[in-house]
């Protein structure tokens, strides 16, 4: 009689053995391999070694399904075990190794401490813990025909990976490269083909930058009509710079990506007239553009918070042209006011995305900074919470419409000084130009005024915006329910300084 073909690896060799080769067997031969093997191993792995010999290649599959199970829910037995096995990365190490665990609708599961998926299994399964069976399993479960018939078990790693739930290692980046190039053939995946085209165009820890592979993904057709993509294939086009067909590209690019709605195109699409990429230098025209969606970009930046990686490409744009008087008349302030605000805005999004994607932009916005340091002496300082910080952060505060509340007022009419607090609900932009600062102020923060000719502050104290300004004095308010302003306090400083008689 033939024997059946199987193949069995013993728990403490990390080799494969015998019966590997197809002929006939007696059962005499037979029984004394088992003997041997099975003497390899401990008592309670000994029914579950049996079981896995009289497994034939038919049923191997099966086999296999059953000790996938084992990867689930599997605390109690992780615990117990000695040696443990990733059948996704296919490392093997001691079972206490593993210290992170995922709690979800299977169960509460361990973690591989290699790659972080949640493969792993156990040598109090029974089941063989060496990597000839590793690599077993993961051709089984994650090999490229099992990912291409299984599509979400691939889009379930390149999500994982893409959240920092699988470590991020060189051999995890090639799976989740792999992957994706998986998903953007097969599935025809725009997210996919995105995500490979924004790896190669910015490179990663283990990945360099290639641009030309990256416009091959920007490329593909599902992205036809996004605007990322599209965004992405102008500004390579426009750094590579071989020849007028691909600076008209470029161009077009961009100007589709505009009509999409794209904010990124409206400042590329700025250096186009501004520069005079494929168009006629039109200065004016560049400013117009950027003006029209500035408001849109700010909004997101201070008060929405939400997409406004941008944010600094358009401040160091504006804050240029209103240094040079660009396009618009000349105005130190607001060019000031612009780079302080682009240079947080560029910490922030360094903090978000772990590095500067557009150095360039780091290097313009400096320089801009450094213009107003040596000519006006300026320098880079902690905030100051008082009348001129207050002064370049009114229309800041009004424009966020989170409630805040007035407090702790002491006023000194002899010293004319004034001090209150003011409580924000939600972080709202502030800045400090003299000291070359801004930020997000959250919680309760202390103010301080001088010459202070009159203060007023009724019993309700919250307000939504603020009124008037340092000449005209400041008058806090919120609207009521028929769209009225209902003042609720207000500050006006001394005649000398202002221009408006104080109310007896």
């Given at each position: ?327 618009v008349a000349r105005d130190e302030e607001m060019a000031l006011r612009y780079f302080v605000l682009g240079d947080l805005a560029l910490r922030l999004r360094l903090a978000f995305l772990g590095s500067e994607r557009h150095p360039e932009t780091a290097a313009r916005l400096a320089n801009g900074i450094l213009t107003f340091k040596n000519q006006h002496q300026l320098a880079k300082n902690d905030p100051v919470y008082d009348i001129d910080s207050f002064e370049d952060s009114a229309v800041d505060f009004s424009l966020n419409p989170a409630k805040k509340v007035l407090s702790d007022v002491e006023f000194d009419p002899l010293s004319h000084e004034l001090s209150f607090s003011i409580s924000f609900s939600s972080p709202t932009l502030f ?74």
């Amino acid at each position: 009689m033939k024997a059946s073909l199987f193949v069995f690896y013993p728990r403490e060799k990390n080799r494969c053995s015998f019966l590997k080769e197809k002929g006939r067997y007696n059962d005499r031969e037979m029984k004394k391999e088992e003997n041997q093997a099975i003497g390899e191993v401990t008592p309670e792995q000994a029914p579950k070694i049996k079981k896995m010999k009289r497994v034939s290649a038919k049923d191997r599959k099966a086999y296999l399904e059953e000790c996938r199970t084992h990867a689930k829910n599997n605390s109690v037995e992780i615990l117990s075990s000695e040696q443990a096995g990733c059948f996704f990365c296919r490392h093997v190490y001691s079972a206490r190794d593993i210290q992170d665990w995922i709690d979800d609708e299977h169960g509460v599961s361990a973690l591989c401490p290699e790659c972080g998926m949640d493969a792993v299994i156990g040598d109090a399964s029974g089941y063989p813990i060496d990597k000839a069976f590793m690599k077993e399993m993961n051709i089984a479960f994650y090999g490229e025909d099992f990912m291409a018939a299984h599509p979400d078990a691939a889009r379930t790693y390149v999500q994982r990976y893409a959240e920092h739930k699988i470590v991020h290692k060189e051999k995890s980046e090639v799976f989740y490269i792999h992957y994706l190039r998986l998903l953007e053939a097969r599935e025809n995946d725009a997210s996919a083909a995105l995500t490979l085209g924004e790896i190669y165009l910015y490179g990663t820890q283990f990945t360099q930058p290639d641009p030309i592979e990256a416009l091959k993904h920007f490329r593909m057709p599902p992205l036809f009509a996004n605007a990322t993509a599209l965004n992405a294939i102008g500004t390579i086009l426009l750094s590579l710079m071989e020849s007028k067909e691909s600076v008209q590209e470029a161009y077009e690019c961009f100007a589709k990506a505009a009509a999409l709605g794209s904010l990124e195109a409206a400042y590329h699409l700025y250096d186009c007239y501004s520069d005079g990429f494929f168009v006629k230098t039109d200065k004016d025209f560049a400013f117009q553009i950027l003006l029209q969606s500035s408001g849109d970009i700010y909004n997101r930046f201070a008060i929405l918070r939400n997409e406004w990686f941008d944010f600094p490409e358009f401040a160091v744009r504006l804050g240029e042209c209103y240094l040079r008087g660009v396009g618009v008349a000349r105005d130190e302030e607001m060019a000031l006011r612009y780079f302080v605000l682009g240079d947080l805005a560029l910490r922030l999004r360094l903090a978000f995305l772990g590095s500067e994607r557009h150095p360039e932009t780091a290097a313009r916005l400096a320089n801009g900074i450094l213009t107003f340091k040596n000519q006006h002496q300026l320098a880079k300082n902690d905030p100051v919470y008082d009348i001129d910080s207050f002064e370049d952060s009114a229309v800041d505060f009004s424009l966020n419409p989170a409630k805040k509340v007035l407090s702790d007022v002491e006023f000194d009419p002899l010293s004319h000084e004034l001090s209150f607090s003011i409580s924000f609900s939600s972080p709202t932009l502030f800045l400090d130009l003299g000291n070359l600062t801004a930020g997000f102020l959250s919680g309760k923060t202390s103010w301080n005024f001088q010459d202070v000719a009159y203060a007023k502050f009724s019993s309700e104290r919250h307000f939504t915006k603020i009124l008037g300004d340092y000449d005209e004095g400041y008058r806090f308010a919120y609207e009521d329910d028929e769209g009225e302003d209902v003042i609720v306090a207000e500050i006006i400083f001394l005649p000398d300084k202002g221009k408006i008689t104080i109310p007896e």
